[in-house]
């Protein structure tokens, strides 16, 4: 590339010193012009500093045999719900893992499924049996482990750690008191009992070092229990010991000021991302991917604030955080009672008020629209509602008016494409999504199916379309409904799998 870069400026600067001598006639400038053209593919800017992060080509897929991803257009990834990696913050999705996995599958230009299991063995078994193709958790590079998948380049480093409970009255205790109740050399768990995650490499670690202590420390492993889990059970005094990564563990101690976490029990080990054993053709990508990833500000923005300047985990003790009690906002209660009128999950409503107002009751649109709801002036007239309407009342407003709109479309009977009719209805106007409906029926598509009427209300914006004879209300953009209907359904798939029913 400097070769091209450098015979470019001397051929530029060696006719620019002899023009006048040349006595260049039109005709040549003409040729002049020509060679220029033929330089423009060698001179333009190629190289990986380019693009912030270069984007897979078509052979990129084609040599790393992701075509049947590319295909499907989505990846599938398994990550863990804890209060980094991956949870639920005043209604939206949120967390380390979640921010790697969006900025990887925007790389690859396919949507992203996530899917949480927070059992380390189903995790790996789902993994072998091809029911997902990354597992994006914090795994600790093993030898033992890289017997049974591929790791990618690690993208964090930590150590394990012992959490143990401070003694009850530490608040009146002086350091050195504080001290002397604690372990410190790894000797003294000879005859203690410490429990882990089930599949997890505390399991192992500890084995390990029950040998080289010369004792026995009985090591528990639970199934049902995570590490954040069994850091809460060693707070609340129901265990005593546990051992965790550090990084956790430190942002885990913010909400348990209790625990102490200074002892360690392993050295410093990578952590990484891990696919199928066989699969190196993704290997290849996500590797070539982190590896400029790494070197960005996303990446190290989003690691410092999820593990060195964690705000969330304060308010992990509040209602509107999925990790507390899998609330996602103070009218939960209400949602939860209004939701059964339209024989709804009550987390899809939920995620249908996140998009209106982010659970601001004094929201306030610029077209009119007001409360939780989002209700326009006419329609809020019409379902009994004013500005000063509790937020109880606008939510039951809205969802009266919702409740008229399912059963407008009584004729769709797969409730999923229903429930995209709805969402549609209440952003754009019933009027237009029944103007696209008579078009698919005239051009000989389903009316009932929302792929199809999706098409057909995109074209109502076009004049052969809005002003053909069966449409009644117009044009029409539809880019904003279509994307509400995307967002409020991708938010619904991350509360039901962070927030119980």
């Known amino acids: 590339m400097n070769w091209w870069h450098n015979t470019y400026s001397r051929f530029v600067t060696w006719l620019a010193n002899h023009m006048r001598t040349l006595q260049f006639t039109l005709k040549h400038k003409s040729y002049f012009l020509l060679i220029l053209l033929l330089f423009i593919p060698f001179i333009l800017p190629h190289d990986s500093n380019y693009h912030h992060i270069p984007k897979p080509t078509d052979s990129d897929f084609y040599t790393y045999s992701l075509k049947d991803i590319k295909s499907r257009g989505i990846i599938t990834a398994i990550t863990n719900y804890n209060s980094t990696n991956y949870f639920i913050f005043k209604g ?28 380390l063995g189903d995790a790996f078994g789902k993994l072998e049996t091809a029911k997902c193709d990354i597992l994006a958790i914090n795994l600790t590079v093993t030898k033992e482990r890289s017997t049974e998948v591929s790791f990618t380049e690690p993208f964090s480093q930590t150590r394990q750690i012992l959490v143990q409970r401070k003694p009850d009255n530490w608040t009146e205790m002086s350091e050195p008191e504080i001290e002397s109740s604690l372990i410190r ?39 049902s229990y995570d590490t954040e889990q069994l850091i809460n059970l060693v707070a609340s005094g129901e265990i005593d010991y546990t051992v965790s990564d550090e990084n956790t563990a430190e942002v885990n101690r913010i909400f348990n000021p209790n625990i102490d976490i200074l ?34 500000e996303s990446f190290h923005y989003a690691y410092n604030k999820y593990f060195k300047y964690n705000k969330y985990t304060f308010q992990a003790q509040k209602e509107f955080h999925s990790k507390h009690e899998g609330k996602i906002s103070i009218f939960d209660n209400v949602i939860r009672r209004e939701s059964d009128k339209l024989k709804w999950d009550w987390r899809l409503l ?20 007001y409360g939780l709801m989002q209700l326009m002036p006419g329609t809020a007239k019409k379902m009994g509602l004013s500005k000063s309407s509790t937020p109880e009342d606008n939510i039951r407003a809205g969802v009266n008016y919702l409740k008229k709109l399912v059963d407008g479309y009584s004729d769709v009977k797969d409730i999923s494409e229903k429930t995209k009719y709805v969402l549609a209805a209440y952003n754009a106007g019933p009027g237009h999504i029944e ?18 009427v999706a098409e057909y209300l995109k074209n109502i914006s076009k004049p052969e379309f809005y002003n053909d004879p069966v449409v009644k209300f117009g044009y029409y953009n539809a880019n904003h409904a279509l994307e509400f209907v995307k967002e409020v359904l991708e938010r619904y798939k991350h509360y039901q799998e962070t927030v119980k029913d």
């Open 263 to 296: 002892t360690p029990v392993s050295f410093s080990q990578n952590l990484a991302w891990a696919v199928k054993k066989d699969n190196t053709g993704l290997l290849t990508i996500i590797n070539k991917w982190l590896r400029e990833y790494k070197n960005t």
């Open 92 to 119: 939206e999705p949120m967390g380390f893992q979640y921010e790697m996995l969006q900025s990887f599958a925007s790389y690859l230009g396919v949507k992203l499924d996530i899917k949480v299991v927070n059992d």
């Open 185 to 223: 050399n790894q000797v003294n768990l000879a005859g203690k009992t410490v429990y882990v995650e089930k599949k997890s490499v505390y399991a192992r670690r500890l084995r390990t070092l029950s040998d080289e202590i010369g004792g026995t420390i009985n090591v528990v492993e639970l199934p």
């Open 350 to 369: 939920a995620s249908l008020i996140y998009q209106e107002s982010h659970f601001i009751p004094r929201a306030r649109g610029d077209d009119g629209a």
């Open 435 to 452: 103007d696209a409906r008579k078009l698919a029926k005239e051009y000989g598509k389903n009316p009932s199916s929302w792929a199809d």
